[in-house]
């Protein structure tokens, strides 16, 4: 049974580091794409990077790829995001999701969702001063 469990999130002020965990398992780790998601409330859900395990090769939106980072430890399963001079607009649950894809497919700048079955439960970053 695939899991996805996000873990990370919390209160950072304007200008603050946060890093997100995605912990994974039931299924081939090193072979899936996993990609990280974040969603507003009462706008549409962003795909922020894309970690094709086969190939160790990321992907970041166009809206963040200065500021957050992919990264993986294979010792725990695990796909981090960093979060880096974060931003009043960054405040959101982020999500982590994979499925029976091996590629990362882009959207408009973004992650895409196609193909995106498991998902986790999300974990909430609010940055406030």
């Known amino acids: 049974q695939v899991q996805l469990v996000e873990s990370g999130g919390g209160v950072v002020q304007p200008g603050g580091s946060l890093r997100l965990s995605c912990a994974a398992s039931?299924?081939?780790?090193?072979?899936?794409?996993i990609t990280w998601f974040r969603r507003v409330p009462g706008k549409e859900r962003e795909g922020l990077a894309c970690?094709?395990?086969?190939?160790?090769?990321?992907y970041i939106a166009d809206s963040v790829k200065d500021r957050f980072a992919i990264f993986r430890d294979d010792t725990k399963n695990t796909i981090y995001l960093q979060l880096n001079n974060v931003k009043s607009e960054d405040t959101a649950d982020y999500y982590c999701?994979?499925?029976?894809?091996?590629?990362?497919?882009?959207?408009?700048?973004?992650?895409?969702?196609?193909?995106?079955?498991?998902w986790g439960r999300g974990t909430r970053v609010n940055v406030s001063s």
């Open positions: 039931g299924f081939v780790w090193d072979y899936y794409a």
């Open positions: 970690f094709k395990m086969n190939g160790n090769l990321t």
């Open positions: 999701a994979t499925g029976r894809v091996s590629e990362c497919r882009v959207y408009r700048g973004t992650a895409s969702s196609w193909g995106m079955a498991y």
